[in-house]
């Protein structure tokens, strides 16, 4: 059994450990950058909540959906957001977006994710209704699935 959370731990302190230096010597010795200068502690707070929001939230996300479906769906997930953009740019009054090939290739994926996941349903184990699964259950079955 893995741990999602002490994975996602060990790959936030690697990329902290190993960028620190860096970071370090663009804000100490690098003279031509006005990085340093303009860098406020509220600044570096927007800087930290959107980065936890953004990147760390996704991620979470991402790896939860891993284990509550399988990497394929999850992945082929990610890929609605081309469909979802270029609704909201059609959406918004974009005109250079209402063409052939946006709306075949939306189409295309958002065709791709229903066939993906009707595969993934006939082949996934029967669960009633009615049963309340907590997270133990589900990763067990996860893993059923995953061994056969």
Do not use: C
């Not at 370090?24 to 006005?34: A, E, G, M, P, Q």
């Not at 029967?126 to 907590?134: A, C, K």
């Amino acid at each position: 059994r893995y741990s999602m959370q002490l994975l996602l731990g060990y790959i936030g302190l690697v990329n902290g450990v190993s960028l620190l230096p860096i970071t370090l010597y663009i804000l100490i010795f690098d003279s031509s950058s006005t990085t340093a200068a303009t860098l406020t502690w509220l600044v570096f707070g927007y800087l930290v909540a959107k980065g936890m929001l953004d990147n760390v939230l996704s991620d979470y996300l991402w790896a939860r959906a891993v284990i509550l479906t399988s990497a394929t769906v999850a992945t082929v997930g990610l890929g609605l957001t081309i469909p979802l953009a270029f609704f909201s740019d059609w959406f918004m009054g974009h005109a250079n977006v209402a063409n052939v090939q946006s709306i075949v290739g939306a189409l295309s994926v958002l065709f791709g994710f229903v066939f993906v996941n009707v595969g993934y349903n006939s082949e996934a184990p029967m669960v009633e209704h009615d049963e309340l699964i907590d997270d133990v259950e589900l990763e067990e079955a996860a893993e059923q699935v995953l061994d056969s």
